[in-house]
């Protein structure tokens, strides 16, 4: 059998890691500043998360939703320490779009309306509302078009209490930092207008974090910035450092009803496992701290570049935005220096690195830059 081909691939096979560095099968070593896209937080194999999985491993890996699972409340108890939402309730689900898809759901319950507000560049995923709540035509199958969704554009108030005038939006769905979108931070005012119609209008305020939330920009949320609280926060990437788990944290005003949202892998005591070995790396060493130093120097360093034409984001979400001429640079990072980066159109390096890179791995990126700008 052969795989589906959809993905573009480099001919490149990494097989171990360590921190923020990996290895192909020849052991050439590479700089991940990347992080498998915003997955890897507390860094590749990092020795306490290979414990907490492997010692779950031998105890249980799976047992389904109908029995209790403690450590799910462990990691429900954790979380909400660590982000400072402790009065939220957690249900868990696998990836970024099945949060998105129960977090928009979860909305349509709670208030009986049907319309979403999103935003232009938006990604949100790839299952249905998800993707219909996604700002790419050439990823939205026939099957997920719907007259539910209205595209606003990006910081626009005044579209978007436009929208509202009639009374009949049942969530407003935004990434605190678009990631596919090319790094755009929302300003702090428009955050601050969504929440402030969302309560005139008893909509949900949905904060996407799958990418910008835990922890990756210095805050546990990137909308923590803006002072305000979203009704439901989507989470995914950085929760498991790689085990495939997901999540939303729902504010105590939307009550939970049975069979309401349901899953059978979310919440399992593999993926809770991971998720709390990773949330316990992040308090002990410190992370987010991490995240907000590192990544303020790496964009004051960049900022310093003639040939850069904007540097956007925040701690280590970081988006740098080359002219034409230089959109070669990934492939040059990546072939000559060995140093693996996202990309965004058009022409936006993204750098999604472990939320514990060292300043040095840091430098190592910056002179590996330097040189591909002045090749
Ligand atoms: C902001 C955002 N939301 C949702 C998703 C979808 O997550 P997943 O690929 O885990 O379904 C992504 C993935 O890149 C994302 O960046």
Redesign the pocket.
């Known amino acids: 059998m052969k795989l589906f081909d959809v993905y573009p691939i480099n001919p490149i096979n990494i097989v171990r890691g360590q921190g923020s560095l990996v290895y192909d099968a020849q052991d050439n070593e590479y700089l991940d500043m990347y992080g498998g896209?915003?997955v890897i937080s507390i860094g590749h194999t990092h020795p306490h998360y290979v414990k907490r999985l492997e010692d779950q491993l031998h105890q249980l890996g799976f047992y389904s939703n109908s029995i209790e699972i403690p450590i799910q409340k462990e990691l429900a108890s954790k979380l909400g320490k660590v982000s400072g939402k402790e009065d939220y309730q957690l249900f868990m689900c696998n990836?970024?779009?099945?949060?998105?898809e129960n977090a928009l759901k979860l909305a349509s319950f709670y208030n009986g309306k049907k319309k979403v507000i999103a935003f232009t560049k938006a990604?949100?995923?790839?299952?249905s509302l998800?993707v219909a709540v996604t700002d790419n035509p050439k990823i939205v199958a026939p099957i997920n078009e719907t007259d539910n969704v209205i595209f606003l554009p990006w910081a626009d108030e005044a579209a978007l209490t436009q929208a509202f005038a009639d009374n009949e939006i049942s969530s407003v769905i935004i990434?605190g930092i678009q990631?596919?979108g090319g790094i755009q931070v929302a300003p702090e005012s428009f955050l601050q207008k969504i929440r402030s119609l969302c309560d005139e209008h008893n909509a949900v305020f949905i904060a996407?974090s799958?990418?910008?939330g835990y922890g990756r920009t210095g805050k546990f949320f990137s909308q923590d910035f803006a002072g305000i609280d979203a009704d439901i926060y989507?989470m995914?990437?950085g929760m498991g450092n790689g085990f495939p788990v997901?999540g939303i944290i729902i504010s105590p005003k939307i009550q939970p009803a049975y069979g309401m949202l349901g899953t059978t892998f979310g919440g399992n005591h593999l993926a809770c496992a991971a998720g709390l070995a990773v949330l316990e790396v992040m308090e002990q060493d410190n992370l987010m701290q991490n995240a907000a130093t590192i990544g303020e120097y790496l964009i004051k360093e960049l900022k310093k570049l003639e040939q850069v034409k904007e540097v956007r984001g925040r701690g280590l979400m970081i988006g740098i935005e080359l002219p034409e001429e230089l959109a070669h640079a990934r492939k040059e990072l990546l072939f000559k220096h060995r140093i693996f980066t996202g990309e965004a159109k058009p022409n936006v390096v993204r750098l999604l690195p472990a939320l514990n890179l060292t300043k040095a791995h840091a430098d190592r990126f910056l002179e590996a830059f330097v040189d591909v700008l002045n090749q």
């Open positions: 896209h915003a990836s970024g779009a099945e949060a998105n990604f949100h995923g790839r299952t998800a990434e990631g596919v996407d799958v990418q910008c989507s995914a990437k997901g």
